[in-house]
């Protein structure tokens, strides 16, 4: 085995064991939605940012309430709880090591103010020309 091999091989395992990791966290909890609720929610911390909402496929925002609200059965994946920033969530577990991170803006006067800097607009644009 190389020692490309071996460095792939070793992500991958970290990569599976964050996802184990939620898994165990949310072992025997069949409905992450409702602890989402329970835990945030209702306990009046939520920051109404709707993460929860964009991140899950049977979840959306609900304005008048300003709360998350079930659209289709809960899975119980627990994305919704474990991307809410609000849950003490450990990131290294979730989303595994990184090496470094980067921030960018764009210098295109159209796309200048977007959200985020407008880097992926900037890319998307340099890559449609």
Known sequence: MTEQDANQEEASEKYKFSFDFIQKKLEGKKDSYGM????????????????CAAVCPVLEWDDLISQPKLIGKCTGCGICYNQCPR???DPVQLMGEFKSGYVANTNIPEVIG????????????????
């Open 87 to 89: 849950t003490i969530t």
């Open 36 to 51: 989402l609720m329970k835990e945030i929610v209702r306990a009046g911390i939520c920051t109404e940012c709707g993460t």
């Open 114 to 129: 977007g959200q985020d800097g407008g880097t992926v607009t900037s890319l998307l644009c340099y890559l449609l020309k």
